[in-house]
């Protein structure tokens, strides 16, 4: 268990993607550009067996904006997408309208 101050932590924000592709050499991870209102990053998600890269442009996303980079197959990512799994496969989270990229989680 982790305590409500530990959740805090944590950098809920809304993305827009703006770009994607699959990453050469992997069938399930997807290299994302993303707005975060005033900054981009770079995020890879390992969602390329639910999703087609044309598929994710435009929408909006939440991912954790506050985690360590980390390289995956020598591509930096810059945060973390949200998804939920189960035995239907795996459905990314986003809000239910739209709102403006970079706007915080609470």
Do not use: C, H, W
Request: hydrophobic fraction near 40%; proline fraction near 4%; aromatic fraction near 2%.
């Amino acid at each position: 268990m982790i305590t409500v101050d530990d959740f805090k932590k944590i950098e809920l924000k809304v993305a827009k993607i703006l770009e994607a592709e699959r990453v050469e050499g992997s069938d399930k991870l997807i290299k994302m550009q993303l707005s975060l209102g005033e900054e981009k990053r770079q995020v890879i998600g390992g969602i390329g067996k639910a999703y087609e890269p044309e598929q994710l442009i435009g929408r909006e996303i939440i991912i954790v904006a506050n985690l360590e980079p980390r390289s995956l197959m020598g591509l930096e990512s810059q945060g973390m997408l949200l998804a939920a799994s189960d035995e239907n496969g795996i459905a990314l989270l986003a809000p239910d309208k739209e709102v403006l990229p970079g706007s915080k989680i609470n």
